[in-house]
């Protein structure tokens, strides 16, 4: 009788279902998965580190590079707590636009999500056509911040400017005429805010699209029900957040039990699964963006109803306008400071968390009086999540690895840090 | 919610006395334990009757060598976020490992079973140990990484770069060739520097 004996496998770091830089050791017998071993760290940047030796401010569009599919959530989380430790207020209009764009993010977050997960799973066409939408998003991104990906548009005390009134035309071009032309602009010919409203329309649709191509699929269903099942319990017990929570069918939502910002104004649900397993938590994210897409229209309700500042007058905080520093020499000795200096965050420790696409992004913020961070940890959900993946990849065959990877949506930006 | 988190302060000082020292700032409770009782009461909080804290959120590591107002104790800290999904409440732990030359703490990784890699990270990252982990290594550094570099007196341009070397032919490790360079000096002002009536 031939010996048998166990298979030690290395998949990634290069593998393209790894997500980037995931090194997983497998210990295999036959294709059935004994243990997994993930390495991380070849994305380690030590932003904490580095945002010790800068300023509060500068360090801004460090988060926005930690995950870097859902970017203004990272710098919400970052903004919050600089906010919770000087004891800052947010103008209202600022609050609606960063739960916007939240909201926003989510649906960029969870299209990309969903079309690499089942591209890992086999299916291709959904990764284009989520791809087409989230064009339209990283344009509304791009409107309002100057860049597609790494806005660094939330600012302590606001966000860095009102919305635009107009939004960036399609130039005609030699492999469009003016007939194609004029239909990609017909859209953007009025605000932001018009642009948004007509994509949230529109989206309600797409995502029944994306559910034709998926939900009731034979190969899809195969793929993922009953793979990876987590119970509530080892769900709360390894510090599962987020959709990973829900789908094990704990209805828990910062955005309803801790509301920050003005979540508590917002009429949406919080979907649930039941099985806690793969498809579960992609049904979970599939209703997540229907339910973004209505906070992102009332927020749109209220934000043509109610102009206003954007960002705090508290100048130690926030740079004062262009004109007024132009004709006041008390406000450019603030901005002087401000952009020379930084802004000194009293003594004393805080952690804020948002509902980040993913789960629980936390930043626990520790302050000495100083200009600078005396320490900045951030608490990244997919950390807790992969740090799962020997317990729920245990005694499944090797196909279904990649399938695991894919449902707990990780972004090696934000697990490396 | 300030009332709901006093009156957990308060019943934790009620159960524990004098082990816990509990401050409430910013309403957040943080709860400073003694590295011998870190173990049992993190076993006590998780099995708590009324508000369990059945979720750790985070596990960090801090070194408090050169804090402006802490810089005087113990050098290490493991600070703990938990999270009670039933009673919708936080707590922060924290605890100083005893030993500045070599912090070991208790491992929680028994507790919580989420506390696995964050307790890898801080060993990576501070060099604090755990003891009863039972798979303490290095998470986020290089394979054979020497220091562990979150420490304060750890340069933020390391001790040692990797290049390409043509005369070998292969990746060579050698000293760091760049001078650390400050833009913007830390500073830590008075209290209410440059209010208004303060000159």
């Not at chain 1, 699929?217 to 959709?243: C, H, M, S, Y």
């Not at chain 1, 020379?340 to 948002?354: D, F, M, R």
């Given at each position: ?7 030690t496998?290395?998949f ?26 993930p ?15 800068r ?10 590079r ?21 004891n800052l ?39 284009l ?5 989230r ?16 806005a660094?548009?939330?600012r302590?005390g606001?966000v ?7 939004m ?12 194609a032309?004029k239909?990609?602009?017909e859209n953007?010919?009025?605000s ?18 994306y ?8 190969i ?6 009953d ?10 017990a390894?510090?599962f957040t ?5 789908g094990s ?32 938590r992609?049904l ?7 339910q ?7 927020c ?6 109610n ?10 905080v ?8 132009k004709g ?9 400071k ?21 789960g ?14 005396y320490r900045?940890?951030i608490r990244?959900?997919?950390?807790a999540?992969?740090?799962?993946m ?19 949506d990780?972004?090696?930006g934000e697990?490396?840090r | 919610m ?13 159960q524990?006395?004098?082990?816990i ?23 006590a ?16 590591g ?17 600070v ?8 919708n409440?936080r ?15 208790a ?8 506390a696995?890699?964050f307790?890898?990270?801080?060993f990576d990252?501070?060099?604090i140990l ?26 933020i341009?390391g001790?040692v ?6 005369d070998?032919k ?16 830390r ?13």
């Amino acid at each position: 009788m031939a010996e048998i004996r166990n298979y030690t496998m290395n998949f990634g770091p290069q593998h393209p279902a790894a997500h980037g830089v995931l090194r997983l050791v497998l210990e295999l017998d036959g294709e059935v998965v004994q243990r997994a071993d993930p390495h991380i760290g070849l994305l380690h940047r030590a932003t904490e580190k580095l945002a010790e030796t800068r300023t509060w401010v500068q360090s801004v569009p460090y988060m926005d590079r930690l995950d870097y599919v859902s970017m203004m959530c990272n710098e919400h989380a970052y903004c919050m707590a600089i906010e919770k430790l000087l004891n800052l207020d947010v103008p209202e209009r600022a609050q609606y636009i960063r739960v916007m764009f939240d909201e926003i993010t989510r649906i960029l977050n969870h299209l990309l999500w969903l079309g690499a997960h089942a591209l890992d799973v086999g299916a291709m066409t959904v990764f284009l056509y989520a791809f087409r939408e989230r064009e339209d998003l990283m344009d509304a991104y791009e409107a309002v911040s100057g860049a597609r990906m790494h806005a660094a548009y939330y600012r302590p005390g606001g966000v860095y400017r009102d919305l635009p009134d107009t939004m960036p035309q399609y130039q005609a071009n030699k492999f469009k005429n003016a007939d194609a032309i004029k239909r990609l602009n017909e859209n953007r010919s009025g605000s932001m805010l018009d642009f948004l409203q007509d994509f949230t329309d529109r989206f309600p649709r797409y995502v029944d699209e994306y559910e034709t191509l998926l939900t009731d699929n034979r190969i899809w269903k195969q793929r993922l029900v009953d793979i990876g099942i987590v119970t509530p319990e080892r769900a709360k017990a390894l510090g599962f957040t987020g959709p990973m929570l829900r789908g094990s069918g704990i209805a828990w939502d910062l955005r309803k039990k801790q509301p920050y910002e003005v979540y508590d104004r917002m009429e949406f649900d919080i979907p649930v699964g039941t099985n806690g397993d793969s498809y579960d938590r992609y049904l979970v994210r599939i209703e997540e963006m229907r339910q973004s897409n209505r906070i992102v229209r009332q927020c749109i309700d209220w934000l043509r109803k109610n102009p206003g500042p954007v960002i705090s007058d508290n100048h130690k905080v926030a740079p004062p306008s262009r004109e007024a520093m132009k004709g006041n020499m008390e406000e450019l000795i603030h901005h002087f400071k401000l952009f020379t200096e930084g802004i000194h965050v009293p003594s004393g420790e805080c952690y804020a968390a948002v509902e980040h696409p993913k789960g629980e992004f936390g930043i626990y913020a520790m302050s000495d009086g100083a200009n600078k961070p005396y320490r900045l940890k951030i608490r990244a959900p997919g950390f807790a999540h992969l740090a799962a993946m020997d317990e729920m990849s245990r005694g499944h065959m090797i196909s279904d690895v990649v399938a695991i990877i894919g449902t707990m949506d990780v972004v090696f930006g934000e697990i490396d840090r | 919610m300030s009332t709901r988190i006093e009156s957990l302060r308060d019943a934790l000082v009620a159960q524990f006395g004098d082990k816990i020292r509990a401050t409430l700032a910013l309403g957040e409770l943080t709860v400073e334990v003694a590295a011998e009782d870190y173990h049992d009461i993190s076993l006590a909080l998780r099995d708590h009757a009324d508000t369990p804290f059945e979720q750790l959120i985070d596990l960090c590591g801090v070194d408090y060598s050169t804090h402006t107002s802490r810089s005087e104790g113990l050098r290490y800290a493991v600070v703990v976020h938990l999270m009670s999904v039933a009673a919708n409440l936080r707590l922060r732990l924290r605890t100083f490992a005893a030993d500045d030359g070599f912090p070991v703490v208790a491992s929680v990784n028994d507790v919580w079973p989420a506390a696995n890699w964050f307790e890898r990270e801080a060993f990576d990252l501070f060099g604090i140990l755990f003891a009863g982990h039972g798979d303490l290594r290095r998470l986020l550094t290089d394979y054979g990484f020497v220091g562990h570099p979150f420490r304060k007196d750890f340069p933020i341009s390391g001790h040692v770069e990797m290049r390409y070397d043509p005369d070998t032919k292969r990746v060579i490790y050698q000293p760091v060739t760049i001078a650390p360079r400050e833009v913007t000096p830390r500073v830590v002002r008075e209290e209410n520097y440059g209010d208004v009536g303060h000159g």
